[in-house]
T-cell receptor, first 114, second 110 residues
């Protein structure tokens, strides 16, 4: 495995379901991110983890719960989502070097909330 | 509110022409600037980054930065149909936080 891998690629869930998105990076990076991409909107940063410590929570609703057990793995736990949460969720990693963040993205999870 | 503005397009150019993609940003303190390419149904891929005023060239791609005008651009020379994609401009902020534009859809016609 190389790069940043995300599972599942597609997810359909009801508003009462609980599901989790998984991300793993094989690049030796120390930072991991969750982004949300909706149609006609810019990429929205949700969470940042640096050396598995959360350094950013961009006012994300509590129905999204991140978990970062180590520098290589990142999860996004989902519960009681709303239809407007349907979007592409992208995981990314970077090696924070203080000169701007070069992000490497996973293939994303296309989420549909019914 | 830090903003990054791009024309949404679509920008249509013939094969072999120069495609010019533009981006403006609001945060004067920004130091790092990135261009990502996103093919339809795929995730963004970093293609260029620039930190200093002036031009930076990499193959057919040239990034141009003018911090005084808060303007960054991407030129693609000898455009190919395979360059057809959405191009995202991203600007750094504080605490490892990038602000992205909405992207410009580029179509290169054979």
């Amino acid at each position: 495995e190389t790069g940043v891998t995300q599972t599942p690629r597609h997810l359909v869930m009801g508003m009462t379901n609980k599901k989790s998105l998984k991300c793993e990076q094989h690049l030796g990076h120390n930072a991991m991110y969750w982004y949300k991409q909706s149609a006609k909107k810019p990429l929205e940063l949700m969470f940042v983890y640096n050396f598995k410590e959360q350094t950013e929570n961009n006012s994300v609703p509590s129905r999204f719960s991140p978990e970062c057990p180590n520098s290589s793995h990142l999860f996004l736990h989902l519960h009681t989502l709303q239809p407007e949460d349907s979007a592409l969720y992208l995981c990314a990693s970077s090696q924070q070097q203080g000169e701007g963040e070069k992000l490497f993205f996973g293939s994303g999870t296309q989420l549909s909330v019914l | 509110q830090k903003e990054v503005e791009q024309n949404s397009g679509p920008l249509s150019v013939p094969e072999g022409a120069i495609a010019s993609l533009n981006c403006t940003y609001s945060d004067r303190g920004s130091q790092s600037f990135f261009w990502y390419r996103q093919y339809s149904g795929k995730s963004p891929e970093l293609i260029m980054f620039i930190y200093s005023n002036g031009d930076k060239e990499d193959g057919r791609f040239t990034a141009q930065l003018n911090k005084a005008s808060q303007y960054v651009s991407l030129l693609i020379r000898d455009s190919q149909p395979s360059d057809s994609a959405t191009y995202l401009c991203a600007v750094d902020g504080s605490n490892y936080k990038l602000t992205f534009g909405k992207g410009t859809l580029l179509t290169v016609n054979p």
